[in-house]
């Protein structure tokens, strides 16, 4: 069973940096894309970035140079770091896995909330 899981939200200031862990199990980690998408206050899920099994990257154009996606395959885990923080970031954050397109996944995690707030 796919069991993902994020950690590393919290309450951080305009401008502000902060690191989101993913940690996954229960499939072949290093074979397998991983994606991360946020749900904000507003309607709508927004995909926020995404990283193949050789290391590629890709981002939305609202977090592109301020996001960095990266993984260790030896702790079956992803990073996401966000620097430049804004309170349009604030959002609740989760990775999944699967899907054929970007924005499509078959599982996620329960996610981890992300406050960006003075």
């Known amino acids: 069973e796919v069991h993902l899981e994020e950690s590393g939200g919290g309450l951080v200031q305009p401008g502000g940096s902060l690191t989101l862990s993913c940690a996954a199990a229960g499939f072949t980690f290093s074979t397998s894309a991983v994606k991360w998408f946020r749900q904000g206050p507003g309607p709508g899920l927004m995909w926020v970035s995404k990283i193949n099994s050789d290391g590629h990257t890709a981002y939305a154009d609202s977090v592109a140079g301020r996001f960095t996606l990266s993984r260790d395959n030896a702790r079956n885990t992803v990073y996401l770091q966000m620097s430049r923080l804004k309170p349009e970031d604030s959002a609740e954050y989760f990775c999944?896995?699967?899907?054929?397109?970007?924005?499509?996944?078959?599982?996620r995690g329960r996610g981890t909330q992300v406050t960006v707030s003075s």
């Open positions: 999944a896995v699967g899907g054929i397109n970007y924005w499509e996944y078959s599982s």
